[in-house]
């Protein structure tokens, strides 16, 4: 069994920042990729950002010069630096670890830009 625990979200004025973590415990041996997506009201989810184990990035263009995702692998943990946040970043946040062959997903944290 893997768990998955996020946290970081919260309220934030436009132009804010905030950093979100997931921390991945249990049966883990090897973690392949581990990235961030979104849900905002009334929409599907979708992707913001993922890191391989090699460390390559691959971002949504609309987040693409404003988050950065890190990743610590000695604590099998995800990071992602949300800068420069504007109201349409306004949405739950859900890790993805990929421990082949399954994906696992958090619970998911909200993330809240408004004045």
């Known amino acids: 069994q893997v768990q998955l625990e996020e946290s970081g979200g919260g309220l934030v004025q436009p132009g804010g920042s905030l950093r979100l973590s997931c921390a991945a415990s249990?049966?883990?041996?090897?973690?392949?990729?581990m990235g961030w997506y979104r849900q905002a009201p009334g929409k599907q989810r979708e992707f913001v950002a993922r890191m391989s184990s090699g460390g390559s990035t691959h971002y949504e263009d609309s987040v693409k010069g404003r988050f950065t995702i890190s990743r610590d692998n000695a604590k099998n943990t995800a990071y992602l630096q949300m800068n420069s946040l504007i109201p349409e970043d306004t949405a739950v946040y859900y890790c993805l670890v990929q421990i082949p062959p399954h994906d696992y997903w958090g619970q998911g944290t909200q993330v809240t830009v408004s004045s």
């Open positions: 249990g049966s883990i041996f090897s973690i392949n990729y």
